[in-house]
């Protein structure tokens, strides 16, 4: 049986950020070997979403402290007798040393990539409507006439940096989602709503409709959230399902 499509929504500013750095990776991984210039471009714009994000500065530091509040909540279940030691133990030594790794990891760690000169020029015109185009960019035509292992190593080599980052946002991102499990709720008149303990902080919402035809709405506050199925039909406008929709629940928080 497949897997359940969960939509998610972000709860705080840190998990946003983790989500969005999660999206890039996955795009990179996604199409960085394909061989086609058009997705090899879609790469080059997925490192300059990395460039943007870490050249922040603060970005790094975020999820280095996302790492170390996950190992200090997780230190506490040590004394509970259900929980698994050994594998809680190979949990806290990943988190230990990916925290570690990132904390020896400044800003300067990825100037390599946004100083790339090919870079460089794509960024100048990323926020210009086709301002990448290959006639307006001859350094990028050139690029694409290069061999394809020739590119494809220097994607690999530009991403290189980044790669404890991955490791560190795939592995909270993991923990926030297997830390609760779903379960089944139902939405009278496509409309669902829940309290949150605001001393209890939910970091992601994960939601999985029955019916693959509607799609939530997630609205959440400090309080609560509410959850508005929509269905789209043709090409009418979507609108909120009038009858009972049973779906999956889980509210995730490490």
Not at 113 to 140: M, S
Not at 203 to 220: E, F, G, K, L
Not at 243 to 252: E, S
């Amino acid at each position: 049986m497949p897997s359940p499509a969960y939509y998610e929504q972000p709860l705080n500013e840190r998990a946003r950020l983790l989500m969005r750095l999660e999206f890039v990776f996955k795009k990179l991984e996604s199409i960085a070997n394909s061989p086609t210039n058009v997705e090899q471009m879609l790469a080059l714009n997925g490192l300059l979403d990395l460039s943007d994000l870490v050249g922040r500065g603060d970005t790094t530091s975020e999820v280095t402290k996302e790492l170390e509040r996950i190992a200090e909540n997780l230190k506490q279940l040590r004394h509970i007798p259900s929980v698994d030691s050994a594998r809680l133990d190979k949990i806290l030594d990943n988190v230990g040393s990916l925290s570690a790794r990132l904390s020896q990891q400044t800003p300067r760690h990825y100037q390599t990539t946004i100083d790339n000169e090919l870079l460089c020029h794509l960024k100048r015109r990323q926020h210009v409507t086709c301002g990448n185009t290959e006639f307006d960019q001859p350094a990028l035509q050139h690029w694409l006439f290069k061999p394809e292992q020739i590119r494809l190593q220097q994607i690999i080599d530009w991403s290189e940096p980044f790669v404890t980052l991955k490791l560190a946002v795939k592995l909270i991102l993991q923990l926030i989602r297997e830390s609760a499990q779903a379960k089944l709720q139902s939405a009278e008149s496509g409309f669902y709503q829940q309290t949150l303990d605001p001393e209890q902080p939910v970091q992601i919402i994960r939601v999985a409709p029955d019916d693959p035809t509607c799609y939530p709405v997630i609205s959440a506050g400090r309080h609560r959230f509410t959850l508005r199925f929509m269905r789209q039909s043709g090409i009418d406008p979507a609108s909120q399902v009038d009858d009972q929709v049973t779906f999956r629940l889980a509210c995730c928080a490490v």
